[in-house]
């Protein structure tokens, strides 16, 4: 059975803080891999893919460790705004679906 | 643009009765469209997903169905909804042969 495995959280932080979240994924074969946010009853909006390289999108950096069968992410300088639920999601190849991490809350705090 | 649209967004049902949850994805053709459901303490469960009109793939044996009657229209419908059917299902969409998947607003069911 595939699966992505994230942190339970949740992750209480104050504001400043940086943050890192992490997620497995047991399919050595997986091609793509991504970061959702999803606020409190509200739809996954994507937030970063990430590449093999790492990448990095203003506070947000991504990175994937093959070898290790992880991605990651981390959140410089966490404002309010920032606390939601935070998904991975990885793809093995093509037109498979993604598969999704049950997600890691983050709480930001003033 | 394309933009993507789900409804009803909320509804509560009565045990055995049907359901029927509508999405269209416009601005785009052939995309790939998925079901999701997310129940409370649970991360996102695939449904069903279609890479084509009449093309629906099951993940999950249940009471669910899927269609897809035409290119940019996916169907999840219940003939009997039980109590477990409660939650969040979110319609998702993405380009053929890209990977960048995108949701709707989703649709809360309540099942009493």
């Known amino acids: 059975r595939k699966e992505v495995e994230q942190d339970p959280g949740p992750f209480n932080v104050p504001e400043g803080a940086t943050v890192a979240f992490n997620c497995t994924y047991s399919?050595?074969?997986?091609?793509?891999f991504f970061w959702y946010r999803q606020d409190c009853r509200k739809e996954p909006k994507l937030l970063m893919s990430?590449?093999?390289s790492g990448n990095e999108d203003g506070r947000f950096t991504a990175q994937l460790n093959r070898a290790s069968q992880y991605i990651s992410l981390l959140i410089r300088d966490s404002k309010l705004s920032d606390s939601a639920t935070y998904l991975c999601a990885v793809q093995d190849s093509g037109n498979t679906p993604l598969v999704f991490g049950k997600g890691t809350r983050l709480s930001v705090i003033a | 643009s394309q933009t993507i649209h789900q409804w009803p967004a909320t509804l509560v049902q009565p045990v055995g009765s049907p359901l029927s949850l509508e999405c269209t994805v416009e601005?785009?053709?052939?995309?790939?469209l998925y079901w999701y459901r997310q129940a409370a303490g649970r991360g996102l469960q695939l449904l069903f997903y279609?890479?084509?009109?009449?093309?629906i793939s099951s993940e999950v044996p249940q009471n669910l169905s899927a269609s897809r009657p035409q290119d940019r229209q996916f169907i999840l419908s219940s003939k009997k909804l039980l109590l477990s059917d409660s939650g969040f299902y979110l319609c998702a969409w993405r380009p053929s042969g890209a990977n960048v998947l995108t949701f709707g607003a989703g649709s809360r069911l309540t099942v009493l």
């Open positions: 279609s890479v084509g009109i009449g093309q």
């Open positions: 601005g785009t053709s052939n995309p790939n």
């Open positions: 399919n050595s074969a997986s091609q793509s």
């Open positions: 990430v590449y093999s």
